[in-house]
Nanobody, 121 residues
Framework: QVQLVESGGGLVQAGGSLSLSCKVS????????MGWYGQTPGNQRELVAT???????NYRTSVKGRFTISRDNGINRVWLQMNMVKPEDTAVYYC???????????????WGQGTQVTVSS
């Protein structure tokens, strides 16, 4: 049982800030890469930012310099700090995590329920 729960979404004005948080819970051996993905109606779920277990980050070009992804391996939590938000950032944001549950199993990807972020112009 591995669960991801996001929080922090909401309505924010353009130029403002918002912070998303995701907690990973359950039984697992290793928590690998984690990330945030955004999805709008009729479109594919797209990568926003990822962070490896050693802290290496990767960002979608459109959010570089505005968003920051971070994690705390001690409490199995990942954040997405969203600054200088724009209306085009509006989407449902999903937290993801790659998990190896035991030494006998393969890596599996898990997803949260998603949290709505709406940026008003």
């Amino acid at each position: 049982q591995v669960q991801l729960v996001e929080s922090g979404g909401g309505l924010v004005q353009a130029g403002g800030s918002l912070s998303l948080s995701c907690k990973v819970s359950g039984d697992f051996l290793v928590l690998g890469d984690m990330g945030w993905y955004g999805q709008t109606p009729g479109n594919q779920r797209e990568l926003v930012a990822t962070i490896s277990s050693d802290g290496t980050t990767n960002y979608r070009t459109s959010v570089k310099g505005r968003f920051t992804i971070s994690r705390d391996n001690g409490i199995n939590r990942v954040w997405l700090q969203m600054n200088m938000v724009k209306p085009e950032d509006t989407a449902v944001y999903y937290c993801s995590a790659r998990v190896r549950r035991t030494k006998w199993t393969m890596w599996d990807d898990y997803w949260g329920q998603g949290t709505q972020v709406t940026v008003s112009s």
